[in-house]
């Protein structure tokens, strides 16, 4: 940081300059495979049609906040990039992995068509001086229409796993990834994942009866697409095994 302590002759006093020094830009966490046991970086989450971003915290020992922004892009030009978030420090529930959870009703899919655009996201870091670094980081994400589960059906040793999904918004799709996780030490613990590009039947077995407790069984639709602009969505749903 450029704090000098200035001694001014014949004031008989000391000033201390102001800081200038910017922090550095905070880096979007990188996203993991989308087949991944446990998903890291930007995605959808099962509560709605909302989009979950985290960052690196920064290592700047008079860091006060961070402010988000967003564009939305579509197939023709990048629109307007606007201020959507200033996240103070002291607001924040996790200072060791910061995160937003952006819920505006603009992400969601057309509800007739399933058509949706995406968005881009830029992040900069302020300190108690006022100063904001640059947007040197961006990350894109496109919610797809969510897929509709059924309660899990136990049959003979195994469990079926099923759901339902949109035929106007399936050309969007390129496969789903089913995940199961259990109920352990208040939160949900994967330990099961399949990637499946079939769209007749969306059903598949996990080939034995869990031990008996509480479990969530989840879908996330899986954009086609580039890795550079990931698209999808996720539904959840819990149940028990007595």
């Given at each position: 940081?450029?704090?000098a302590a200035l001694a001014?002759?014949?004031c008989?006093?000391?000033?201390i300059?102001a800081?200038?020094d910017p922090?550095?830009?905070?880096h979007?966490?990188?996203?993991s495979?989308?087949t ?5 970086g ?5 509560e709605?049609d909302?989009i979950?971003l985290v960052?690196?915290?920064g290592?700047?020992p008079d860091?006060e ?5 967003r ?5 023709t030009?990048?629109i307007?990039?606007h ?5 103070p420090?002291a ?8 995160g937003?959870?952006d819920?505006d009703p603009?992400?969601a899919p057309h509800s007739?068509?399933?058509i949706?655009g ?8 302020y300190?108690?001086?006022?100063n904001?670094s640059?947007l040197?980081?961006?990350i894109?994400?496109?919610?797809l ?7 899990p059906v136990?049959q003979d ?5 099923s759901?339902?999904y949109?035929?106007?918004a399936a050309?969007?799709?390129d496969?789903f990834?089913?995940?199961l996780f ?5 939160g949900?613990?994967?330990f099961?994942?399949l990637k499946?590009?079939?769209?007749n039947?969306?059903?598949?077995i ?12 989840q ?5 086609a697409?580039s890795?550079a602009?990931?698209?999808?969505s996720?539904a959840a ?6």
């Open positions: 940081m450029m704090l001014l002759s014949g008989g006093r000391e000033e300059a800081d200038l922090p550095a830009a905070p979007f966490v990188p996203r495979a989308d991944a046991l446990v998903e890291q930007v995605d959808a989450v099962p709605g909302w979950h960052w690196e915290p290592p700047e860091l906040g961070y402010r988000l922004y564009r939305a892009v579509d197939d030009a990048d307007e990039m201020l959507i978030a200033d996240l420090l607001e924040l529930p996790d200072l060791n992995q910061p937003y959870l819920n603009a992400l007739q068509t399933g949706t995406g968005f881009r996201y830029f992040i900069g870091a300190d108690e001086a006022g904001e640059g040197t980081d961006s894109y994400y496109r919610l229409p969510k897929p509709s589960l059924t309660q136990q040793s195994a469990l079926v796993l759901w339902s949109s035929l106007a050309f969007q799709v496969y990834v089913v995940r259990r109920a352990e030490g208040g949900w613990t994967p099961w994942t499946y590009n079939l769209f039947p969306l059903q598949v996990y080939p034995e009866i869990p031990d008996p407790g509480q479990y969530l069984f879908v996330d639709v899986v954009g697409g890795s602009e990931p698209a999808g996720e749903l819990e149940f028990m095994v007595l």
